[in-house]
Structures are given as C-alpha cells and as structure tokens.
C-alpha cells in the first residue's frame, strides 16, 4: 500500500470515528448579533414581567439603596450619563445577587435654567420675545420640554440594560414633588436659616440670574489690566510720608472702578514711597511724582508704569498706613466720597502693587471687608450687565464694554495731575492678560460678582449647619477614600447658600415679606397652606392664586411682598431625599449616592446641607464617585473636535454589553478614556469571555446532577479550579460590600483566557471530547464545568446583562433568567492555598514546557504537542511536587517521563526556585489514534479498533459512542 493509500485510509478512518467524539454542542451563538439581539431580550423580559418578578422576589430581604441623582430631562444621553447609569446598574444588580432587596428609583432634574435656556431657543428662532409670553404659558411649555425629554432618556436608559423601578421614576416637577420641595423651604424658613441679603453673587448678564458653583465652568478669558493712582488725602503718619502720595492698585476688572470705596492693605507687609525720577517717553506718570506700593513689588510696577529709575524716600509696615484715606480717581466727576485704606490679611505681595482695590459689591473678600468697616455696598449694575441710570460718566454702558471708557476717563484725570503738578491721579498703565475666568456653563459667556439682594440659608448661627455638616461627614465612607478631603474642604470654605434665582421655571421661595418692616413672615400655617395647594395644583398655584389662599384670614394680603423668585435646582435636587427615601421598600439615610467628581460641589453638597439643615444628618452613609470621559487622546469631548462618542451610536454598532464592559475594565475613580479603538479592544475582551460562556455551554450539554462527583473524590487539577472560584467569589463579594469595583472584571477576564481557555479547558478537552461518559475524569471536568458556568453567569450577569442572560436561558430554558439569580455559594472546603501555591509552581513547571515544544515545533522536529514526548528532570527534593500529576496531560503531549537530578533545586537570591531542568522534547513512539490523535505504542492493540488507541477503543467498543461508528 502506498504512503497515498496510507493517509486516505487513515482519513477515512478518523471520519468514521468523529461521530463517536462528544464535541461541544449548543445553542448559544458564536456571534453576539448584540444590536438586534439585545432588543429582542428587552422585549423577552417584559412578556416574562421580570421587574415583577424580581420585584416579588425581594420580600423580606434586607434593604439597599442607591439613591438616584436626577439628570436634566434635556436632550439625548451622553456617555457620562451612561457610564453613571451604568455604574449604578452594576451595584444594584450584584447587591440583588447577593440576596439584598433594591429598589431603584431612577429620577429627573426638570425645572431650571438649561430647560428655560432649549425653550426660549425655540422662541429665538420663532422671533418670538420670551418676556411677551405669560409666565404659566412659559412654565407650561417648559414643562412639555422636560416631560418630553425624561421619556427619551427613559427609553435609553433601558436600552443600556439599566433595571429601574420605571413605572414609580421621580421627577422634580411632579405635583407631589414641588410640594415636598417648597416644604423642606419652608422648614429652614420656620427654623430661621433662611434670609434674604445682600451680598456678592455668581451672576450671568446673559441669562439674568444668579448661579451656582456647580453652574460654573472656566475658560481663558482676555482681561484688560490697569494700574490705578489714588492721591491719599488723609496722612497719619508723624512724618508726613504720605503727602503728596498716591496708593497704586492692580486690577483685572476695570468695570469694577466706578464700584470703588476702600483700598486694603496687609499689616504685615513692608510698603515703600517711591518717587520716580526719570520715566519713558509714553509713560503716564512724570518725574517727580510719588506712589506707594508693596516693597517687594517696587521692581514690578516700575517695569510697567515705564518708571525707568526711582529713589526710596520712605519704608514703613503696613500698619502704619492706619487711618490713611485716599480720594477716588474720579472725584470731581460724581465721585466724591472718600477711598479709606483698610487692613485685611488676605492681601499679599506675590502680585500687583500690594494694595487691593476693594469693590464691595463685586468680590466675596471685598465685601467682607466693606460689611465689616462699615462700608457701603452700592448696587450700580443691572441684571443685565449694564451701568444703572445713575452711574457718573458710564451709565448703560455694559460691564465688558466698559475698560475703555473707564481707561479714558482715568487717563484724563491722570494728564490733570501731570499738568497741574499734583499727586498722581488715574491711569498709570494698561494691559492685558489672558487668565482662567468663570463662565456660565450654559451660556458658554463670562460671568460677573455682583450684589443683588438675594435669598440665602445661613451656614453658621444658631443652626450651625457647616459644622454639622463636617460632623456628618466624619461618618460617611469615600470612594474613592481621598474624595473626603474635596468635599469637607468645600462645606469648610463655602459662604452661606444663595438659593434664589431670578428665573420662572423652578420651585418658588414661596414666602411673604412684610412691607413695612421688610421682615419675613414665618408662619407654620401659611407654609401648611402652601405645601397643601402645591400638591393639589403643583408650584403653578403660586403664580395663579390669590395671596389670600395661601394667607388665610390672619393677614392682609396688601401689606405683603409675594417672593417669586425661584429655588436653586441644586436646592430642588439636594431635597429628593426628602420624597424619595420615604417611600416603601426604600429608608432614609440612603446607603449609597454614586455621582461624577464634579457632584462634590453639587449634588453630594447641595443633599448633605439640606439634609443637616432640615434633619441634622447626611442624607447616605456612602460617596462613592466616578470620573470624567475623555476621548483616546485625553481630550474633552467636543461636537468641533468631532470626537463624540454617543451611547446610541455604540448601541447601534456594537451593542449595549460592549459599552457595559468598557465602563467595568475602566478605571473609574479616574477620567477614563473612549473612542472608536477603545471599543475595538472592548468588543475583542467580549469575544474572548463569550467564546468562554459558548464552550462551557457546548461541553456541559446533556450535563445532569447525576453525573456530579463530590469534592473529595475530584482530581487535584478540578479542586485547583474550585479553590480559585473562591478567590474570585471573594473578590466579588468584598466589591459588592465596599463598592470598589476598579480591577475586578478584568480580573476574572484574566481568569477567563489565562486559567480557563489558555489551561484548564485545553488541558481537559481531551477527557470531555475523548473519555467515556461515565469515566471518572469526565464526570469530575463536567461536574467543574456545571459550577463554572453557574459562577461565571451569574458574576457577568451585572455587567454583561444580556449576553449572561442568554447564556443562561440557552441551559436552562427560557423561562429562566440569569437575574433571578443569586451569585452562587461557594464552599469554604473549596479554600485551599497550599492547593493555590502547589498549581502556581505546576503551571511556572508546565511554562517552561510549552516554551521547549513551541522551539521544537517551529524547528520542524513536531507538528503539533501530541506529537511530542517529554522527558522531565526532576530535582531530588522537589519530587514529591509531581507526585499525582499526569504531565502528558498537563503539558497536552502523547507522552511524559521523570528523570532524577540527584541534587537539591537551587536556591536563586530573588524569586522561587525552579524544582527542574530544562525539559527534553521528542518525537513519540507509536502511532497516532485517529480518534483522540494522540500518539501512543498501544494503538492497534485492539484488532476490531486497530488505528484506536485502548481508550478509544473501549469507549467505542461500550457502546456508549454513537452507532454510526461501531463495526469499525
């Protein structure tokens, strides 16, 4: 017979024995088809009612919540809510599997300045004006706008997989929910935190209203900086050091000069009196003329003033400048009060002149000093930026419009003062600089400080809410644990809380002002009747209901001011607890609020401060918080970049689990990156854990509990992967427990494609496809598989939750779900680490093998591992390693032997010892079964089986194989 004759007979042979090889079979796809399948199981869970069932299935089992922080019902979803979203799902999921009771009550954020900003675009390119419209017809249309968008987030939330109480979600604009709100400010009303005053706030000309810290973002700004003379009229020094002298400012905000009334100085800082003796030719100031100024700043000013040389007549400390007064720049022109020089520690000598020009009404620091010397605190701009009717020289004149009139007339008064030969007087020097400066985060424009009158709950007084606060965080757990020291540092630093906007959408400060006395009306009754017709007729009875409703016959409606400013929408979000919480099946304090790092001065601060004003307690015992998402370069996300990855998109192209998956291998105590490779790796990381899922599946099919062998009789190699599903149950149950997720799926991918596809299910194909079903080995891999599956489900089950239900139901049936599930509990028995330690010295072992066979394959001398045979050399002392252990198995060759080195493992500095030699690969004997294809001398040894090996032989010959093979 010729070598062609040979090798068709040898293929004939082995066709006719692949029906008696149990290869894997199953339902469950190799490909995901996510875009359309995961549709499909939407639509499966609600024919099944598994939130129903779910929901069922929590009774009387211990509570956990996550209290839901509402986004705005404003446009589609972008990847940071569902990384949020996403996040949240995972811990609720997993604590559900861990047998606690969840009750997710997602919610919206839907008054405020964003919603108001989409409807009056609308108007703007409609032509319409935004102030012809009556207030309830504006506050209808923008509540259509916010119901319209909740229920398209709603929808996309569900399409990302997230399990929510759907039907019971919470919006702010719910009747029952501004009556709640208008409630709790009513209760810092009753209990005298709330306020009105005035006092600098964030203010936008652009959208006419105060804002929020957490409504502010910076950008770079172009400022115009000027150098400002103040001739000091008032010398208190002995030796008359200041006459004939002028205080020098720096600022950045020329606008703020007409709002002029104090210069501070610091006591502590050495100031000098310079004349300047000789000046540039387009210098402002002439020889001869005097300034005061920060001794360490001398160099400075006159590098900029164009002093080119000067002389030091007098130093002296700051304190000594006690009592000096200076005239404004302007005076004579409408200004004619006088600029006292103020102590204040804030003042430094690290920039500018070391004299700070004080604003009362545009500068938190300013103010201060101003409120406490007595200072007026003039009211000069209008909501909308511009100059008021009475300011001298600039009156309508918008505040960014004003550094050059303002340069002008103090360049005017300077050339007086140069030709009547008096002390200094005005403009001394302009520039520009280019700075990070506050924006409206909405608006994209700069923002100004500006005292209005406004309301505000006190965070010191009697209440003490900032240091009830900072005790309240003392009991709240971080996670990550160093975002404890950005928000204590915050709550420790704020002001007190402006809580009122000038704007229609929004919870009224329902309150009432008397007329007469300016006093507020703190009545229990009133606020009763107020939260009463709230709830009947939502926050719109404020505006369409006379005051007498709300009044009662207790008081006259005409001695009162109604207050329609509305409440801060971080007030309205910080209150949800409030209404939510109390819910059944839900508690307050909430065990866990999960936000972005931003929510540190929003959300997080806005509920703690509410929530210790109201009820002296943080509203959740846990902060957990995630990061920004930034494109592959790191870049933020933008529409002119063009680097904006949208979760439909992903949803669309990819599926849903895949966007899942990136959030979990992410790092996300930290901004984390996506784009287009990104999802790429993501999808390739899919692949590998569902090609897992697929072949567990195809190896357990027509598994029973029947074939189940107990834990004491499994091979090492079964216990050794029933020990590292401890670690890993471990592993999950402590994230589960202190919600720190970072680095656990990636871990159990690892397990997935290094211990599992790479090893164990290589090492034991041979025994699932080849044993007879009832031989011991098979049985042992089964009975691991059957737990494997049943682990790796479930733990993938909140992250992967569409595919691990499919790899469910594809076992179990479609009646089931995955979600039903609980994770799986594991043995303490199966806990070995000596076990762990031996297998971790095994593998290192079977490592270096696998390295000598791929050189020996790649040299020619094999083809594949079957072909080869091993010989390993064994250290005396580390024989007893090997004792129990099938290399020829472990190592997937036809054949292994010992051999003996009479010697001790050497014992290397750094590392473990290696317990043997280098291995020695070669050809094996025999010829190779066309069933198992391993190489052996006993093939043939059955003459009815002759190209069978014994194995295959006798399972072929038990009739246990298929029919279609016997005879051979």
């Known amino acids: 017979m010729t070598g062609s004759d040979k090798t068709n007979t040898s293929n004939a042979a082995a066709d006719g024995f692949r029906d008696t090889v149990f290869l894997p079979k199953t339902s469950f796809p190799m490909r995901g088809n996510l875009p359309t399948r995961e549709p499909q199981l939407l639509a499966r869970w ?4 598994l939130d129903g069932k779910i929901l069922a299935q929590s009774e009387n089992r211990p509570l956990f919540v996550l209290h839901d922080g509402p986004p705005y019902a404003n446009g589609n979803l972008h990847i940071g809510h569902a990384l949020n979203k996403i996040l949240k799902d995972v811990i609720n999921r997993s604590h559900r599997m861990t047998g606690y009771a969840v009750h997710y ?10 919603i108001e900003w989409k409807v009056e675009e609308e108007y703007r390119k409609a032509k319409r004006d935004k102030d012809s419209i009556p207030v309830l017809q504006f506050r209808g249309e923008c509540r259509a706008w916010a119901a319209k968008w909740l229920d398209v987030q709603m929808g996309e939330f569900q399409r990302l997989g997230v399990q929510g109480e759907w039907a019971h979600r919470y919006s702010t604009m719910d009747y029952s929910s501004e009556s709640a709100i208008v409630g709790e400010i009513g209760k810092f009303l009753l209990n005298g935190a709330l306020y009105r005053g005035l006092r600098p706030v964030m203010w936008s000309p652009v959208e006419k209203t105060a804002l929020a810290e957490a409504e502010i973002e910076y950008h770079d700004h172009k400022s115009t900086t000027i150098y400002v003379a103040f001739p000091i009229i008032t010398d208190p020094t002995s030796a008359g050091a200041l006459r004939d002298v002028s205080a020098v400012i720096w600022t950045t905000t020329p606008w703020t000069i007409p709002a002029n009334r104090a210069i501070a100085y610091n006591p502590e800082i050495t100031y000098v009196v310079l004349r300047a003796d000789e000046t540039a030719a387009d210098a402002a100031i002439a020889p001869g003329m005097k300034l005061l100024v920060a001794e360490r700043l001398v160099e400075q000013v006159c590098r900029d003033c164009g002093i080119l040389e000067h002389h030091i007549l007098y130093t002296m400390p700051g304190s000594a400048l006690n009592g000096a007064i200076a005239a404004h720049p302007l005076r004579g022109q409408g200004y004619e009060f006088n600029v006292p020089l103020l102590a204040a520690e804030y003042v430094t000598d690290d920039a500018g002149t070391g004299l700070v020009h004080i604003a009362p009404s545009h500068g938190e620091d300013d103010f201060a000093v101003g409120k406490a010397n007595g200072i007026e605190i003039p009211e000069l701009i209008a909501d909308d930026g511009r100059y008021v009717e009475r300011v001298p020289l600039f009156a309508g004149t918008h505040v960014f419009k004003a550094a050059d009139p303002v340069c002008a007339a103090l360049s005017e008064t300077m050339t007086k003062a140069v030709e009547n030969d008096s002390a200094p007087n005005g403009l001394l020097a302009r520039g520009e600089l280019v700075h990070s400066y506050p924006h409206s985060w909405r608006s994209r424009k700069p923002i100004i400080y500006r005292a209005t009158p406004q309301w505000f709950i006190r965070m010191d007084g009697e ?28 709550v420790a630093d704020r002001p007190d809380w ?23 009306l703190r009545d229990a009754a009133v606020m009763d009747r ?27 409606a005409a001695d009162f001011e109604q207050v329609f400013d509305v409440v801060d929408v971080w007030f309205e979000s910080g209150s949800t607890h409030s209404f939510v919480l109390n819910q059944p099946g839900l508690r307050f304090p909430a065990d866990l609020y999960l936000e972005g790092s931003d929510q540190h001065r929003g959300w997080f601060q806005s509920s703690l401060l509410e929530s210790v004003g109201t009820r002296g307690v943080a509203p959740y015992k846990t902060l957990v918080t995630n990061g920004f998402v930034l494109d592959e370069q790191g870049r933020k996300m933008s529409k002119s970049l063009g680097n904006v990855i949208a979760p439909q998109d992903v949803n669309d192209s990819l599926g849903a689990d895949i966007l899942r998956l990136w959030v979990m291998n992410s790092d996300t105590n930290d901004d984390l990156r ?15 854990l569902r090609n897992t899922l697929r072949w567990l599946l195809g190896a357990l099919d027509g598994y029973t509990d029947a074939e189940a ?17 401890t670690e890993f149950d471990a592993m999950m149950r402590q994230a589960v427990e202190t919600h720190e997720w970072v680095g656990v799926y990636p871990a159990l991918h690892g397990f997935c494609t290094t211990d599992l596809s790479a090893f164990y299910f290589d090492v034991r194909k041979d025994a699932i496809y080849c044993d007879a079903p009832d031989s011991l080995r098979r049985r042992a891999a089964r009975t691991v598989l059957d737990v494997l599956h049943r682990c790796l489900a479930t733990w993938l089950a909140p992250v992967l939750v569409f595919t691990a239900d499919d790899a469910w139901t594809a076992r179990f049936g479609k009646d089931s779900s995955v979600h039903l599930e609980s994770f799986p509990v594991v043995p303490e028995e199966w806990n070995d680490p000596e076990l762990g330690d031996r297998w971790t010295t095994l593998r290192a072992v079977r490592r270096i093998i696998t390295t000598e066979i791929e050189t020996a394959r790649r040299s020619g001398q094999i083809g594949s591992s079957l072909q080869a045979a091993i010989e390993l050399p064994v250290y005396e002392d580390k024989v007893s390693l090997f004792d129990g252990v ?36 070669s050809v094996a004997d025999g010829e190779k079964c066309v069933r198992c294809w391993k190489v052996l001398p006993e093939v043939g040894q059955n003459a009815a089986y002759p190209t069978l090996c014994v194995r295959c032989a006798d399972v072929v010959a038990s009739g246990l194989a298929c029919s279609s093979a016997t005879g051979h």
């Open 498 to 520: 402006c809580i009122s906007r000038q704007r229609a959408w929004g919870v009224p400060i329902a309150v009432f002002v008397n007329k007469q006395t300016g006093e507020v």
């Open 105 to 114: 009550v997602p919610g919206w954020d839907c008054h405020g300045l964003p």
């Open 46 to 49: 609600q024919e099944l009612d």
């Open 709 to 725: 062998v107990p834990y004491e009789e499994l091979p090492e190699l079964e216990k050794w992967v029933l020990h590292r599903l």
């Open 886 to 921: 099938d290399w020829a198995d472990l190592a997937i060759v036809s054949q292994a032997e010992f051999s003996i080195i009479p010697e001790e493992a050497p014992q290397p500095e750094n590392g473990t010892s290696v317990p043997c030699g280098v291995p020695v690969v």
């Open 530 to 556: 107020i939260v009463e017709a709230f709830r009947v007729d939502g926050a719109d009875a404020w505006y369409d209901s006379d005051p007498s409703r709300f009044l009662g016959n207790e008081y006259n």
């Open 674 to 688: 996506i784009g287009k490779e990104i999802l790429k790796q993501q999808g390739e990381l899919y692949r590998r």
């Open 463 to 490: 209440n003490r809410i900032r240091e009830k606060a900072l005790q309240a965080l003392g009991d709240v757990t971080f996670v990550p644990a160093q975002a404890r020291n950005r928000l204590t540092s915050m």
